[in-house]
């Protein structure tokens, strides 16, 4: 009997976390006040169902713009993106040379290893919370 409760239980927490959305891999660049920082992360959507990034925003910042990366004549340029599909049982990457989240005139210094929160907004999911740190991984 013990064990059918277990059972049920392991069956109920993989029911739950089944139908959400997985933000990993977060980082964001150092940067000093004034400047701007890219915010990078993985979303992984193990639903069936289709979700859409529309906004993202930040305390510590006053602007916060979803971007992508493209090349045009051998030039490197980014531009905004008004939003982003994740497909049902897939991954979105966000990372240097890709999608990653602008966050301009930044209200305060943040060095290597210090934290700062993110909000996602999801049209299915709703707000995702996110707080993660400064750091300096691939260089593009
Ligand atoms: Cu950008």
Known sequence: MKKLILLFFALLVSC?????LKINDTW???VIK????ALYFTIENNSDKQDTLYAVSSPIS??????ETFVKDDMKGMRQVKYIVINPRSKVEFKPGGYHVMVMNVKEDFNLNSSAEFILYFKQTGKIKITTTANNYERN
């Open 28 to 30: 964001f660049r150092p």
């Open 34 to 37: 004034g400047m701007n920082t």
């Open 62 to 67: 006053g602007m916060v713009h979803i971007h």
């Open 16 to 20: 739950n976390s089944a139908g959400k």
